[in-house]
Nanobody, 118 residues
Framework: VQLVESGGGLVQAGGSLRLSCAAS????????MGWFRQAPGKEREFVLG???SGRTTYYGRFTISRDNAKNAVYLQVNSLKSEDTAVYYC?????????????????WGQGTQVTVSS
């Protein structure tokens, strides 16, 4: 199983980014997906999750979506702030609930760095 994030980079405060996570080696439609982030010196935190069927919640400036035909999950972040600077990870967990605890996920990507300059 491989999860590969992309789309990170250096962006000015107030800008937007769309992160992507490409999955392979698993039946993507059987997995709930989550995005996490870890800022320097801080613990990893849950950002948003989406069920295998596309059920999700919205969290202000963050939107998660998936395309099961492309084996991909996305995270749109708008109005970026300096505190959004972190490594962003996608993770997969077999159907069931969409957990917020990272240890409940089965697979992880290597992360993509997002740096917001003020």
């Amino acid at each position: 199983v491989q999860l590969v994030e992309s789309g990170g980079g250096l962006v000015q405060a107030g800008g937007s980014l769309r992160l992507s996570c490409a999955a392979s080696g698993l039946t993507f439609g059987d997995y709930n997906m989550g995005w996490f982030r870890q800022a320097p010196g801080k613990e990893r935190e849950f950002v948003l999750g989406i069920s295998w069927s596309g059920r999700t919640t919205y969290y202000g400036r963050f939107t998660i979506s998936r395309d099961n035909a492309k084996n991909a999950v996305y995270l749109q972040v708008n109005s970026l702030k300096s505190e959004d600077t972190a490594v962003y990870y996608c993770a997969a967990v077999l159907r069931g609930k969409v957990p917020t605890a990272g240890e409940e996920y089965d697979y992880w990507g290597q992360g993509t760095q997002v740096t917001v300059s003020s």
